[in-house]
């Protein structure tokens, strides 16, 4: 095993390789010190070490606590403490319980195991999930509570941490939010060479006879163990696994730099600058709160640090359809986005009338519109459709997602003024997300194919199996 603070076990003539995790600790109470500066507005303080900190790295599937969302709030991936090993058989297991779903990964750890950090990171990267460096607080559960159910929590990105073996999970990230309040760092790898010398200790019985003595008996009584620990530097071979890795992911310099010239007592937390240049963070937080729970979409906030909306931006899919009555005398093209972000448990849906010739925005008569699943019969109902405000639905994801399960289309019917009722209105048009312009990226971003594990998980039993029986 081998982990960012670098322990070497010779006992057993086992191995193990660390990044110096108890030097960590004690550095994320310390205010930043590190060339290049801190990120904007970072406290001075420094990062806080959870309560947890050194405990096993946990993994919770956390509902968003907030009433604004209720009862589709975002979903997330709590990751919090120490990597150990068994922490990417763990990650997985949570993965494969949460049906599929590419929700963000949330992580806050002062790093350890190597090993089952990048492969955390592989697992992070080949379901194309996010990763966000925040910490995550869990609702308490009410002592006369019969049940707690999912757990509820909140995010708050400020004192958050991620270092050492950590930033290998992090570069696993198809997208890597970090914000300006939390905090990535780096330093050089050790290794802690821990020997062990064991001396067992035996009653003997003897006998002396003409000089000479004979051994009559021997019966073990117990061991006395002695622990000898000294640092040295790790292996080249552990430096280039990293370096190799690190590649892999699309990460660059100046971490490795980093890496190698920061003491192992020490750390550097990584600037904004020396983040965007190594593409270790690829989004920033402008909140204290990346989960957007009070507004729409839902989901990870966050703004591209390379100035390309759509890295970070919701997923959108258009759809159009030309409406079979003229509007004022124009012919006229009914206008659909779907819009949903990573994490979220609802897709945003607008529609627009617009000119079919000049493209601009169109009243419509009526009182509103439906829109309606088909063959589902999922139906919802918004306002009137004006110039000055497109209409506005909140669709849960569930219902989108059998959607592109049946192959099914949507339908707007729009609704007949009750003030006059025998005034005409459009007639109903049929779009198709699947279809739709982005379509096939937002559906397979939000109704991603449950992996093997998963599938089988939730297979009938067979008719052969007694226990179907």
Not at 171 to 178: H, L, N, P, T
Not at 271 to 300: C, F, K, Q
């Amino acid at each position: 095993m081998r982990t960012m603070s670098s322990v070497r076990f010779r006992s057993l003539s086992a191995r193990r390789f660390l990044f110096c995790a108890a030097s960590l600790l004690a550095a994320l109470v310390l205010s930043v010190a590190a060339a290049g500066g801190p990120l904007p507005s970072r406290a001075a303080a420094g990062p806080h070490a959870a309560p947890n900190a050194a405990a096993p790295m946990r993994f919770v599937k956390v509902l968003d606590d907030n009433p604004a969302c209720r009862p589709d709030c975002p979903e997330w991936i709590s990751a919090e403490g120490k990597i150990v090993t068994g922490s990417a058989d763990a990650l997985e297991r949570t993965l494969n319980a949460a049906g599929g779903r590419r929700l963000p990964i949330v992580i806050n750890s002062a790093g350890g195991a190597i090993e089952d950090a990048m492969a955390m990171g592989r697992l992070i990267r080949a379901r194309r999930l996010a990763v966000v460096v925040a910490h995550t607080t869990l609702s308490p559960c009410a002592k006369s509570a019969k049940t707690c159910g999912e757990a509820k929590g909140v995010t708050d990105a400020r004192g958050a941490y991620c270092a050492s073996a950590c930033t290998l999970a992090l570069a696993g990230g198809v997208e890597r939010y970090v914000s300006p309040q939390s905090y990535v760092g780096v330093h050089q790898m050790t290794e802690v060479v821990r020997q062990t010398q064991v001396m067992k200790l035996y009653k003997v019985h003897y006998l002396k006879f003409a000089g000479i003595k004979l051994e009559l008996s021997r019966h073990f009584v117990g061991e006395q163990k002695s622990t000898t620990t000294a640092k040295l530097a790790a292996d080249d071979s552990v430096d280039y696994d990293v370096a190799d890795y690190f590649a892999e992911m699309g990460v660059a310099d100046p971490v490795m730099k980093l890496t190698m010239t920061t003491p192992p007592k020490s750390i550097h937390w990584m600037s904004a600058e020396e983040l965007r240049l190594s593409r270790l963070a690829t989004a920033w937080v402008d909140r204290a709160n990346p989960i957007l729970a009070d507004a729409e979409p839902r989901g990870l906030a966050g703004s591209a640090i390379d100035a390309k909306p759509s890295s970070t931006s919701p997923f959108v899919a258009k759809a159009s359809a030309p409406l079979a009555d003229p509007v004022n005398g124009h012919r006229a093209t009914l206008e659909a986005t779907f819009a949903y972000r990573r994490g979220g448990a609802t897709v945003t849906t607008t529609l627009a009338a617009r000119d079919a010739d000049t493209g601009a925005a169109l009243d419509l008569p009526g009182a509103g519109a439906f829109l309606i699943f088909y063959p589902q019969g999922a139906e919802f109902r918004s306002g009137r459709l004006d110039a000055e405000a497109p209409a506005r639905f909140s669709l849960p994801l569930r219902s989108l997602c059998k959607l592109k399960r049946s192959g099914g289309s949507a339908i707007v019917s729009f609704i007949a003024d009750p003030s006059a009722p025998g005034a005409p209105h459009p007639a109903p048009v049929e779009l198709r997300p699947l279809a739709a312009e982005g379509g096939s990226a937002l559906f397979d971003e939000a109704c991603p194919p449950k992996p093997v594990a998963a599938r089988a998980a939730d297979a009938p039993p067979a008719a052969s199996d007694p226990k179907s029986r």
